[in-house]
């Protein structure tokens, strides 16, 4: 015999939340019912998940098509810097991320400078690719030019 219930939490061996597993009356009876660790799978909870799946499935398409929007705009931006630099094309300075931040809030692109991925400051002339973490897992690539400045 068993009994039907559905995970509120991670339980190894068994499952993930929100997997609806049969287990052995006791196990959830004395462990995972007590602790909160799962919830009698009966219809109106399973209605009650369901609901709740298909919302958090809304939310994250929402969320994947506002930041689908985001990545069009950054990538339709061109970032472009003219700094001082030397005769082999090292720049007296960088380019950091607080001054991408700038460029796109001029373009009118609010992004966290966090969510810029830039492992160290850009210090050479040339076209640069910077990736941009979105949300939902959509990464943006920012093209950035540096240009040597006119003595």
Known sequence: MSVNIILKENVD???VIGDQVSVKPGYARNYLLPK???IVADSRNVKELDHQKRQLARKLEKATKDAEAIKARVEAVSCEFT???SEEGKLFGSVTS???E???QEAGIE???KKIQLAEPIKSLGEHVVEIKLD???VAELKVTVNAEEA
Do not use: H, N, P
């Open 13 to 15: 061996g068994l499952g």
């Open 36 to 38: 909160g660790l799962a």
């Open 83 to 85: 700094q001082r630099a």
């Open 98 to 100: 607080m001054d991408l």
């Open 102 to 104: 700038a460029k796109l």
């Open 111 to 113: 992004i966290d400078r």
């Open 136 to 138: 939902a897992g959509v």
